[in-house]
């Protein structure tokens, strides 16, 4: 928390120190006031002297114009350094995030990284712009008042030393137990940012499965849990305010009833005993108000916990220094070769991968055929290094990927993942990922050969054409086509290919195949459901539960590999598979 604020606060800490210092003169303004209304009483309306009750409110009326100056100024510094030091925070965490591996991800959750991007920064901004507007003011005009109190008369101010422990014990009371909730806030808005994400981006399958109820039920519940939270802490802290406005009405009550006999005595005038009731009042609620900062910074707190273990949290996956140039390797070298390679998800019991070993020379085609879940995805972010493997080395053009940077890594290697992910934008800009200065040419290319040319040119501005977020105004057949075409941007010399031609019909993939096919020198992993699909592979490799069930050519699996056979016989007739 400390190391946050210096960090970030350090670069505004001129415009926090005017804000501070506007704050400091405006009190003092403050408590002076006290003291010139008692003044104006005693000797202007006591003395029925006019011109002096004028000349004491003219002061007034100047200071508080002083004062309103001081408090623009302290206004003005607050909200520049709150929102600087937000925007920076932000900057930071969302730079932290991109830099994190798909494992960290996994591990913080993207729904929480959002929650902290977004109210956990706010959070933070509104304890920075709150403590240079208030955290100086009330405290100082507690101490502030409590002095010029005691300068008036020593023995009412015992009035102030009773009243103010006893604010403090409830204070005390009340914290002690709303604190331990604010930590558990945050985490309950992780889960309704989280169910929220799921049911808007998925709306359109939980209606198709009729499960609108079952998410309506999901979300209110999750909204609700929050809620109870929120309200929970609110009941509590919703004591401190009227509780220590009894105490201090109780201590007014105390000092009139302790002052009203020495007023008529003459020990004290009228203007003093207001001026005595004033700075109890001011210092009262300025221990309410140093109370209300408290919750302030506490919830501040908890946010700048989260967000500094974001900020905090080491990457485990770091680029390797090595440049490869797939282009000059040695063409006997293998484009990829796994060595005894295994993976584990964080908390996974069973490895999602188990030792597999392969090789796949440059130029030939790698086809993976498996369950559901047998680990094929997996396999192939480990050749692009989304994870590290556990176990076993993964090499590509000779080259342990860890040693690689990741520049150099993805220049060479281009995965279209299972899902066809689009960005809002134009055509022109979602190509462009791997390649920003890609021309024309290179573009029109890429998407003749993923077969996507024909709608490309048949919309409106071609390549220019707009895409909405997500690319929802593309088939899914035409999404997972562009971005095919965006892998091959760049001429990458080895492409995988996660399942992304499952929402194309059978010629289309065929024909993709054979463009594909076409690409001299370009080593294809193809990741597939569908035997057709990689039948016609250099080399299969069946996966079973993360094992190697089998590999080897179509023929030879379909003799020796059960697992292989029946996936065969579940899509193909005899004679299609032969
Ligand atoms: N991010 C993750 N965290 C934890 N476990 C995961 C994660 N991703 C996948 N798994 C698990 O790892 C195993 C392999 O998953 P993977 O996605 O690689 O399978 P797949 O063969 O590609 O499946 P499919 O054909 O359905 O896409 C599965 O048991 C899955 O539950």
Redesign the pocket.
């Known amino acids: 928390m400390r190391e946050l604020l210096s960090r970030f606060v350090a670069p505004y800490r001129v415009r926090l120190a005017l804000g501070v210092s506007a704050k400091v003169v405006e009190v003092f303004f403050d408590l002076a006031t006290p003291v010139i209304v008692a003044r104006m009483i005693d000797q202007g309306v006591a003395a029925h002297d006019s011109s002096v009750v004028l000349r004491y409110a003219l002061l007034l009326m100047g200071l508080a114009i002083v004062g309103y100056c001081f408090t623009l100024v302290c206004q003005k510094m607050a909200a520049l350094v709150a929102q600087g030091v937000g925007t920076d925070l932000r900057d930071a965490l969302y730079q932290k995030a991109m830099s994190l591996s ?2 960290d991800v ?1 591990r913080i959750s993207t729904p929480s990284l959002v929650t902290r991007l977004t109210n956990d920064v706010n959070q933070i901004q509104v304890a920075i712009a709150l403590g240079i507007r208030q955290l100086v003011r009330w405290p100082v005009l507690a101490v502030g008042s409590m002095v010029a109190a005691l300068c008036i008369d020593v023995g009412l101010g015992l009035v102030f030393f009773v009243c103010i422990p006893v604010v403090g014990l409830v204070f005390w009371l009340v914290m002690s137990r709303s604190v331990p909730y604010f930590r558990v806030m945050q985490q309950r808005l992780d889960r309704v940012s989280l169910v929220c994400r799921e049911a808007l981006s998925g709306a359109r399958v939980i209606r198709a499965f009729r499960r609108d109820d079952a998410e309506r039920k999901r979300f209110r519940e999750a909204a609700f849990a929050q809620a109870d939270t929120a309200i929970s802490v609110g009941r509590l802290s919703a004591v401190l305010n009227p509780s220590t406005l009894l105490i201090m009405n109780l201590g007014v009550v105390a000092i009139l009833w302790a002052s009203g006999h020495r007023v008529f005595e003459g020990e004290l005038t009228q203007g003093q005993v207001i001026a005595f009731v004033n700075y109890m009042g001011q210092a009262l609620l300025s221990v309410v108000f140093v109370a209300n900062l408290v919750v302030v910074f506490t919830r501040g707190a908890a946010s700048a916990q989260r967000v500094g273990e974001v900020l905090s949290c080491p990457v485990s996956l770091v680029s390797g220094s090595e440049e490869l140039d797939a282009d000059a390797t040695d063409a006997a070298v293998p484009a990829l070769e796994l060595a005894d390679v295994s993976f584990w ?4 019991r ?1 490895p ?2 188990s030792g597999v070993s392969l090789s796949l020379g440059q130029g030939e085609t790698l086809g993976i055929i ?12 480990l050749v692009v290094r989304l994870y590290d493997a556990g176990a076993g080395t993964v090499r590509v053009f000779g080259h342990d990927v860890r040693t690689l940077s990741f520049g150099s890594l993805r220049r060479a290697v281009a995965i279209v993942p ?1 899902q066809a992910s689009l960005l809002s934008g134009t055509i022109r800009s979602n190509l462009s990922w791997r390649c920003p200065d890609a021309d024309e040419s290179a573009l029109m290319e890429a998407l003749e050969h993923a077969q996507a040319a024909d709608f490309v040119l048949a919309k409106e501005g071609a390549l220019d054409a707009p895409v909405e977020a997500g690319g929802k105004n593309f088939s899914g057949g035409q999404r997972q086509r562009l971005t095919i075409a965006r892998a091959l941007v760049g001429s990458p010399r080895l492409l995988i290919l ?2 992304s031609a499952s929402a194309l019909d059978l010629a289309t993939d065929a024909r993709l195949r054979e463009a594909l096919g076409s690409l001299s020198g370009l080593s294809r992993i193809v ?1 597939s ?1 569908r035997v057709s699909s990689v039948m016609g592979a250099d080399e299969i490799l069946v ?1 079973d ?2 094992h190697v069930a089998g590999l080897g050519t179509h023929r030879e699996l379909y003799s020796s590999c059960d697992l292989y056979r029946e996936i065969c016989l579940s899509q193909l007739s005899e004679g299609e598979v032969a």
């Open positions: 798909a494992a996994d998800y964080e908390g996974a069973e999602a991968i498996g369950g559901t879940g047998s680990g094929k995805s997996t396999l192939a972010n299972q996660d399942d990741i459901q996966l539960h993360g």
